[in-house]
């Protein structure tokens, strides 16, 4: 155990329910005291969306969301809230739709109750993303913390397989991230531990059964407790990487993470032996890289950056990119050679063992 650190918990309601979203929505809602909801979803998420928030107070739908939330989207809801005179947020949906809530309440200040319907984690976070000129910024600020959480695994069943495969390894990234984040503590890696445990074990029930619902809860508690790790821990490596190669070269989140992941583990691991006994004991392996390939291996995850759109030639761009994000914090000193070899073998699809 580590002494002399600090650690902020941030305040939130969180719902754990199933089948009982709705009531949830309105619970929250009312605890508000908002009488002007904007919903915030997907044109795909729009019927679910209709029945998840019929019994509260809806101005207004809006539906233009967009992945990795670019600045004039964000500008488009912004003047959608204002002329809507909403005086609350509820978003339903991933990570981005969460992430346009967010960009709402960033310059408005209204509170929100995010209802997730994948395993992205940014409803449990106070991290903000928006992307312009083919860059990605984030920052921190207490107006994004969704006021309310309302979680019920039943909104998740409609994710396919793979969908959840990569989302539920993003998650699980937010674990491995949060053992040397650059604020990382004793209690951000002790959630993180069980984040892992539960989301190792869970993947494999989601494939095996998709419409399990049990398995599926056990998802977003995992993720949840990621979310809340990874809050408190800071950006490492690995999201620095991602947030470089969704911003610059639009890939795709949950997929890009599932990708990375193992290859900065392999990095990371040999030099961090308390993260290494951590997520080795959580996966039940006898090394962190073993079990992380393992579960990989049995869920049938990405596995190459080109399948998703990376083209050979923007690998050294990348590494440039990327070097100057590197934190302080990470177990290893890395060059933009090191970052393009690991590129590349994230590229290739090689097995990081």
């Given at each position: 155990?580590?002494t002399?650190?600090?650690?902020?918990?941030?305040?939130?309601?969180v719902?754990?329910?199933?089948?009982?979203?709705a009531?949830?929505?309105?619970?929250?809602?009312?605890?508000?005291?908002?009488?002007?909801?904007?919903?915030?979803?997907?044109?795909?998420?729009?019927?679910?969306?209709?029945?998840?928030?019929?019994?509260?107070?809806?101005v207004?739908?809006?539906?233009?969301?967009?992945?990795?939330?670019?600045?004039?989207?964000?500008?488009?809801?912004r003047?959608?809230?204002?002329?809507?005179?909403?005086?609350?947020?509820?978003?339903?949906?991933g990570?981005?739709?969460?992430?346009?809530?967010?960009?709402?309440?960033?310059?408005?200040?209204?509170?929100?109750?995010?209802?997730?319907?994948?395993?992205?984690?940014?409803?449990?976070?106070?991290?903000?993303?928006?992307?312009?000129?083919?860059?990605?910024?984030?920052?921190?600020?207490?107006?994004?913390?969704?006021?309310?959480?309302?979680?019920?695994?039943?909104?998740?069943?409609?994710?396919?397989?793979?969908?959840?495969?990569?989302?539920?390894?993003?998650?699980?990234?937010?674990?491995?991230?949060?053992?040397?984040?650059p604020?990382?503590?004793?209690?951000?890696?002790?959630?993180?531990?069980?984040?892992?445990?539960?989301?190792?074990?869970?993947?494999?029930?989601?494939?095996?059964?998709?419409?399990?619902?049990?398995?599926?809860?056990?998802?977003?508690?995992?993720?949840?407790?990621?979310?809340?790790?990874?809050?408190?821990?800071?950006?490492?490596?690995?999201?620095?990487?991602?947030?470089?190669?969704?911003?610059?070269?639009?890939?795709p989140?949950?997929?890009?993470?599932?990708?990375?992941?193992?290859?900065?583990?392999?990095?990371?691991?040999?030099?961090?032996p308390?993260?290494?006994?951590?997520?080795?004991?959580?996966?039940?392996?006898?090394?962190?890289?073993?079990?992380?390939?393992?579960?990989?291996?049995?869920?049938?995850?990405?596995?190459?950056?080109?399948?998703?759109?990376?083209?050979?030639?923007?690998?050294?761009?990348?590494?440039?990119?990327?070097?100057?994000?590197?934190?302080?914090?990470?177990?290893?000193?890395?060059?933009?050679?090191?970052?393009?070899?690991?590129?590349?073998?994230?590229?290739?699809?090689?097995?990081?063992?």
């Amino acid at each position: 155990m580590t002494t002399g650190f600090e650690h902020e918990t941030l305040g939130q309601r969180v719902r754990f329910t199933r089948d009982g979203a709705a009531e949830g929505v309105a619970a929250e809602v009312s605890h508000l005291g908002a009488e002007r909801v904007m919903v915030i979803a997907s044109g795909a998420g729009e019927a679910l969306a209709a029945r998840v928030t019929a019994d509260i107070p809806v101005v207004l739908v809006h539906d233009d969301v967009v992945m990795h939330v670019p600045v004039e989207v964000a500008d488009r809801a912004r003047e959608a809230a204002e002329s809507s005179g909403a005086d609350a947020l509820v978003c339903l949906g991933g990570g981005s739709t969460t992430g346009l809530a967010k960009a709402v309440a960033l310059t408005t200040g209204l509170p929100i109750v995010a209802v997730p319907t994948t395993y992205a984690g940014s409803e449990a976070t106070n991290v903000w993303g928006l992307t312009e000129d083919a860059v990605k910024t984030t920052g921190v600020d207490a107006r994004v913390l969704p006021r309310a959480i309302v979680y019920d695994a039943s909104l998740t069943t409609s994710l396919p397989v793979d969908l959840s495969v990569a989302s539920g390894l993003n998650a699980l990234a937010h674990c491995v991230d949060s053992m040397w984040a650059p604020r990382s503590d004793p209690i951000d890696r002790a959630l993180a531990e069980e984040g892992i445990r539960a989301l190792g074990g869970a993947l494999p029930r989601v494939v095996d059964a998709p419409g399990d619902l049990a398995g599926r809860e056990r998802m977003l508690y995992g993720a949840y407790l990621a979310a809340v790790a990874f809050s408190s821990a800071g950006s490492g490596l690995h999201h620095k990487i991602c947030h470089v190669l969704g911003g610059r070269y639009g890939l795709p989140h949950a997929q890009t993470h599932a990708v990375v992941l193992p290859h900065v583990l392999a990095l990371n691991a040999p030099r961090s032996p308390e993260a290494e006994a951590r997520i080795s004991r959580a996966l039940g392996s006898d090394s962190a890289l073993a079990g992380l390939q393992e579960l990989r291996d049995r869920i049938d995850a990405p596995t190459s950056l080109r399948d998703f759109g990376l083209r050979e030639e923007q690998l050294a761009d990348a590494a440039s990119a990327v070097l100057p994000a590197v934190p302080p914090s990470n177990p290893v000193t890395l060059s933009t050679d090191d970052l393009e070899r690991l590129l590349r073998r994230a590229w290739e699809g090689a097995d990081p063992r």
